[in-house]
């Protein structure tokens, strides 16, 4: 089951590349080939095609893809162009990587950050100025200090997560002024100080694009970026105009299912909600790889394009981090930025290498099979593969850490994502916790940093609290406060967009997850033997063997007992709906469940207090010894799963999500 609740937590980040398999390591643990191949060939349209025809094929098969296209740029010109599969499986219809529109899903959140830039290069926006100031609705502060806009292009801004209707279920509910004035997450970080993926965030700054412009956000993108690009077949429009719905890719779950699904709605839209061709994706990397010009056209000036490819937030000094919109991706020794995007259904990845004026991007209509990695995985496969092909690269030798073993010890333990909601779906984010764990060796495992057949990789310790991947050149550093605890990790494995903090054992997964397993499995033999007990006896026809003054109480517990199990299986069961149809968080749908659950949740507190009461009675009654020990694990169990529900917001009627 966490297997698909990972899924679940990851798509509830919405339109990003926070899912780990994004980012899984093609190396299987091992030096990739490259690193010890010798001298580069030349990267030239002929190699490139030799290169992709040889894994896009295999790719689509192997993780039931139905089509996917690729396009590379260099030195200000299109290098390599093609579509491979099919845009639509029913027509046999082949991908074009001129005319088929596929959706970058959070790959558009470049385009908002280009307006936002386009406007400060201008003066009309301030990137460290109150980004109230630019709204009509006001955005409250958090200790004391106002979000800017390079917090909310830095995804800095302490925004919890958000998922209820960023794919809204009809085009009547997509309303970027609206979605933002009723949809305002909870604080739960100070601005600037820890990174936090918002896709709320981006659909502020777009809003703040259309209110300083003055047009609507996608006519302003429409009229400033894509005009000026020759970007004919790009739109942010929802639904798509006529002129370019019949070039839209239809998007599959598989393709062995082979059923096209609907057009996907993006609310706030400028966070994901572009449809695009891989040449038209081509025009924009070679205006931000040629300091703002194509072609005869600027869309910003070059020292506006350094800022924005300059670091502004980094998680540990070394590590890959944030520019202004782009996250780090440095690799095989070279400078790289980037963004990758993910609906449901199309999966994308854009990556610039600065220094070699060359640019990248791939788009899959499908989710493909979770099994074979699907979209997410082969998308970091195929750009680790191409670097390298073409910039092969060996990482230096470092020698382990003296304190290794010691300091593994010291850091193992449950961690969380500090892209999380804590409003109404704690627990959900519970159960996507990661493990760190010490080896014998002073190496450390984590359980969410797996090579391409779900083993953990071994990251080892060359700095104080600094790991390497063992046979990888991936970094994972430990953060500490003042006192020398540990504040959070981050990894350049992933992109930047969130870091680890740690959970104590209570809220664990590792702790908290097995105690309330454990309390549950307690009820449950309660609530199987209470009724087994009343069949058994109405059969035979005798009485229970209880006191007289016990049996209210004793009956009021095991209808507690009853509660607590419906409360906890009642969220169990919810989460495992959504897993399987993401709709219900995605659409809000639900809410009204959520609702019922919380009123069920509050008996159940009023059941912890009878079963409690029982427990203290039959103490005092003098009851069997074997009888006082079962009420008393009821007891222990309950309150546990008391202390559990209010813990983790069963309770909070709070329906944020």
Same mark, same amino acid.
């Given at each position: 089951?966490?297997?698909?609740?990972?899924?679940?937590?990851?798509?509830?980040?919405?339109?990003?590349?926070?899912?780990?398999?994004?980012?899984?390591?093609?190396?299987?643990?091992?030096a990739p080939p490259a690193a010890i191949a010798g001298a580069a060939p030349a990267m030239t349209a002929q190699d490139l095609g030799a290169f992709f025809d040889g894994l896009m094929p295999f790719a689509l098969r192997r993780s039931d893809i139905a089509g996917g296209v690729v396009v590379v740029v260099k030195d200000g010109s299109v290098l390599f162009a093609k579509g491979y599969g099919y845009a639509d499986l029913a027509q046999r219809t082949p991908v074009s990587p001129q005319a088929t529109l596929f959706r970058?899903?959070?790959?558009?959140?470049?385009?908002?950050?280009?307006?936002?830039?386009?406007?400060?290069?201008?003066?009309?926006?301030?990137?460290?100025?109150?980004?109230?100031?630019?709204?009509?609705?006001?955005?409250?502060?958090?200790?004391?200090?106002?979000?800017?806009?390079?917090?909310?292009?830095?995804?800095?801004?302490?925004?919890?997560?958000?998922?209820?209707?960023?794919?809204?279920?009809?085009?009547?509910?997509?309303?970027?002024?609206?979605?933002?004035?009723?949809?305002?997450?909870?604080?739960?970080?100070?601005?600037?100080?820890?990174?936090?993926?918002?896709?709320?965030?981006?659909?502020?700054?777009?809003?703040?694009?259309?209110?300083?412009?003055?047009?609507?956000?996608?006519?302003?993108?429409?009229?400033?970026?894509?005009?000026?690009?020759?970007?004919?077949?790009?739109?942010?429009?929802?639904?798509?105009?006529?002129?370019?719905?019949?070039?839209?890719?239809?998007?599959?779950?598989?393709?062995?299912?082979?059923?096209?699904?609907?057009?996907?709605?993006?609310?706030?839209?400028?966070?994901?909600?572009?449809?695009?061709?891989?040449?038209?994706?081509?025009?924009?990397?070679?205006?931000?790889?040629?300091?703002?010009?194509?072609?005869?056209?600027?869309?910003?000036?070059?020292?506006?394009?350094?800022?924005?490819?300059?670091?502004?937030?980094?998680?540990?000094?070394?590590?890959?981090?944030?520019?202004?919109?782009?996250?780090?991706?440095?690799?095989?020794?070279?400078?790289?930025?980037?963004?990758?995007?993910?609906?449901?259904?199309?999966?994308?990845?854009?990556?610039?290498?600065?220094?070699?004026?060359?640019?990248?991007?791939?788009?899959?209509?499908?989710?493909?099979?979770?099994?074979?990695?699907?979209?997410?995985?082969?998308?970091?496969?195929?750009?680790?593969?191409?670097?390298?092909?073409?910039?092969?690269?060996?990482?230096?030798?470092?020698?382990?850490?003296?304190?290794?073993?010691?300091?593994?010890?010291?850091?193992?333990?449950?961690?969380?994502?500090?892209?999380?909601?804590?409003?109404?779906?704690?627990?959900?984010?519970?159960?996507?916790?990661?493990?760190?764990?010490?080896?014998?060796?002073?190496?450390?495992?984590?359980?969410?940093?797996?090579?391409?057949?779900?083993?953990?990789?071994?990251?080892?310790?060359?700095?104080?609290?600094?790991?390497?991947?063992?046979?990888?050149?991936?970094?994972?550093?430990?953060?500490?406060?003042?006192?020398?605890?540990?504040?959070?990790?981050?990894?350049?494995?992933?992109?930047?967009?969130?870091?680890?903090?740690?959970?104590?054992?209570?809220?664990?997964?590792?702790? !908290?997850?097995?105690?309330?397993?454990?309390?549950? #499995?307690?009820? =449950?033999? @309660? /609530?199987?033997? +209470? &009724? *087994?007990?009343?069949?058994?006896?109405?059969?035979?026809?005798?009485?229970?063997?209880?006191?007289?003054?016990?049996?209210?109480?004793?009956?009021?517990?095991?209808?507690?007992?009853?509660?607590?199990?419906?409360?906890?299986?009642?969220?169990?069961?919810?989460?495992?709906?959504?897993?399987?149809?993401?709709?219900?968080?995605?659409?809000?749908?639900?809410?009204?469940?959520?609702?019922?659950?919380?009123?069920? !949740?509050?008996?159940?507190?009023?059941?912890?207090? #009878?079963?409690? =009461?029982? @427990? /203290?009675?039959? +103490? &005092? *009654?003098?009851?069997?010894?074997?009888?006082?020990?079962?009420?008393?694990?009821?007891?222990?169990?309950?309150?546990?799963?008391?202390?559990?529900?209010?813990?983790?917001?069963?309770?909070?009627f709070n329906t944020h999500f």
């Amino acid at each position: 089951m966490n297997r698909h609740v990972r899924c679940l937590v990851a798509l509830l980040a919405g339109l990003s590349t926070s899912l780990v398999a994004a980012q899984t390591s093609p190396t299987n643990g091992q030096a990739p080939p490259a690193a010890i191949a010798g001298a580069a060939p030349a990267m030239t349209a002929q190699d490139l095609g030799a290169f992709f025809d040889g894994l896009m094929p295999f790719a689509l098969r192997r993780s039931d893809i139905a089509g996917g296209v690729v396009v590379v740029v260099k030195d200000g010109s299109v290098l390599f162009a093609k579509g491979y599969g099919y845009a639509d499986l029913a027509q046999r219809t082949p991908v074009s990587p001129q005319a088929t529109l596929f959706r970058p899903g959070s790959t558009s959140k470049l385009f908002t950050w280009t307006a936002v830039m386009q406007l400060v290069e201008q003066g009309r926006l301030n990137l460290d100025r109150d980004i109230n100031d630019y709204l009509d609705f006001k955005i409250p502060p958090y200790q004391g200090k106002p979000i800017t806009l390079r917090n909310l292009m830095t995804h800095t801004p302490g925004f919890e997560d958000e998922a209820r209707d960023l794919l809204p279920a009809s085009i009547a509910d997509v309303d970027l002024q609206r979605y933002l004035k009723t949809h305002i997450p909870a604080r739960i970080f100070p601005p600037g100080e820890i990174v936090a993926y918002s896709n709320y965030g981006c659909g502020l700054a777009g809003y703040i694009v259309q209110r300083i412009s003055g047009e609507r956000f996608d006519d302003y993108i429409g009229q400033h970026i894509f005009k000026p690009l020759d970007m004919a077949h790009s739109t942010f429009a929802q639904p798509l105009p006529p002129a370019l719905a019949p070039l839209m890719a239809k998007g599959y779950k598989t393709a062995s299912g082979g059923v096209a699904q609907p057009f996907e709605l993006v609310d706030p839209a400028p966070a994901g909600a572009m449809s695009s061709s891989a040449m038209d994706m081509a025009h924009f990397m070679i205006a931000q790889l040629q300091d703002g010009h194509y072609g005869d056209t600027q869309i910003l000036q070059p020292s506006t394009v350094q800022l924005m490819h300059s670091l502004q937030y980094t998680p540990a000094p070394g590590l890959n981090g944030f520019d202004l919109g782009f996250y780090q991706e440095d690799r095989n020794g070279l400078r790289i930025i980037g963004h990758g995007g993910d609906t449901v259904l199309f999966h994308s990845d854009l990556h610039l290498l600065l220094d070699q004026h060359v640019g990248i991007f791939m788009s899959f209509n499908s989710a493909g099979s979770p099994d074979a990695g699907g979209t997410r995985m082969i998308r970091a496969a195929i750009f680790h593969d191409f670097l390298d092909r073409y910039f092969p690269y060996a990482p230096a030798a470092q020698p382990a850490w003296p304190s290794a073993r010691q300091d593994a010890k010291r850091v193992a333990g449950w961690y969380q994502a500090t892209r999380r909601n804590e409003s109404a779906l704690r627990m959900l984010y519970m159960l996507a916790q990661t493990s760190v764990t010490a080896q014998a060796d002073g190496t450390l495992a984590v359980s969410m940093l797996t090579d391409d057949a779900g083993k953990p990789l071994h990251w080892r310790e060359v700095g104080p609290l600094q790991y390497r991947e063992v046979n990888g050149q991936d970094k994972l550093d430990f953060v500490t406060r003042p006192d020398g605890s540990i504040r959070y990790w981050a990894t350049d494995y992933l992109p930047a967009i969130e870091v680890f903090q740690p959970v104590s054992t209570l809220r664990s997964l590792g702790g !908290g997850g097995l105690l309330a397993g454990l309390a549950l #499995a307690t009820l =449950l033999v @309660t /609530v199987v033997t +209470w &009724l *087994a007990g009343w069949f058994v006896r109405r059969h035979y026809r005798v009485s229970l063997n209880v006191p007289a003054e016990l049996l209210v109480t004793r009956q009021l517990s095991r209808l507690g007992a009853l509660a607590l199990l419906v409360a906890l299986l009642g969220w169990i069961v919810l989460i495992v709906a959504a897993g399987v149809n993401e709709n219900l968080l995605l659409h809000g749908t639900a809410a009204p469940w959520m609702g019922l659950l919380y009123v069920v !949740g509050v008996i159940a507190l009023v059941g912890v207090v #009878a079963i409690v =009461l029982n @427990t /203290v009675r039959a +103490w &005092l *009654a003098r009851r069997g010894w074997w009888v006082r020990l079962g009420e008393t694990l009821l007891g222990l169990a309950a309150l546990y799963l008391g202390w559990f529900i209010l813990a983790f917001g069963l309770v909070s009627f709070n329906t944020h999500f």
